[in-house]
Nanobody
Framework: QLQLAESGGGLVQPGGSLTLSCLAS????????IAWFRQAPGKERERVSC????????EYAESAEGRFTISRDTTNNMVFLQMNSLTVEDTAVYYC???????????????WGQGTQVTVSS
C-alpha cells in the first residue's frame, strides 16, 4: 500500500525546536511533492510548508516562514520539517501529505499520514 507515516512529534518548550519526519512506503518520494499540514482543535487545517517535485522548490505559510524548514532525503525516502522558535500557537497535529506523482504543490493532496502531535508548552 501507498503510505505516509509521520514521527518526531512530542512536547517541547516555547522557543524550542523539533524535527518531524515523514516516511514514505510503497512509492518513491523523488516524484512527489510533499506538504506538511497541521490542525489544532477548533481551527481550520493549515498548510505549513510544501516541497515541490520540481527542483525541490519550497514554500511556507506566513506563520512558518523564517522558522520552519522543509527538506527531502530521497535516499531514505523521507521528508523532514525542522521547526525552530516554537510557540504555543504551533501546537497541533501535524500531517504530511502527497498529491499524485509529478504534481506540484498546487495539486490536490489525497495521500495522508495519520499525523503526529506537537505540543508546545512550558
Amino acid at each position: 500500500q501507498l503510505q505516509l507515516a509521520e514521527s518526531g512529534g512530542g512536547l517541547v518548550q516555547p522557543g524550542g525546536s523539533l524535527t518531524l519526519s515523514c516516511l514514505a512506503s510503497g512509492f518513491l518520494l523523488d516524484y512527489y511533492s510533499i506538504a506538511w499540514f497541521r490542525q489544532a482543535p477548533g481551527k481550520e487545517r493549515e498548510r505549513v510548508s510544501c516541497i515541490s517535485a520540481e527542483k525541490d522548490k519550497t514554500e511556507y505559510a506566513e506563520s512558518a516562514e523564517g522558522r520552519f524548514t522543509i527538506s527531502r532525503d530521497t535516499t531514505n525516502n523521507m521528508v523532514f520539517l525542522q521547526m525552530n522558535s516554537l510557540t504555543v500557537e504551533d501546537t497541533a497535529v501535524y500531517y504530511c501529505a502527497a498529491p499524485g506523482p509529478y504534481s506540484e504543490c498546487d495539486g490536490e493532496f489525497y495521500l495522508w499520514g495519520q499525523g503526529t502531535q506537537v505540543t508546545v508548552s512550558s
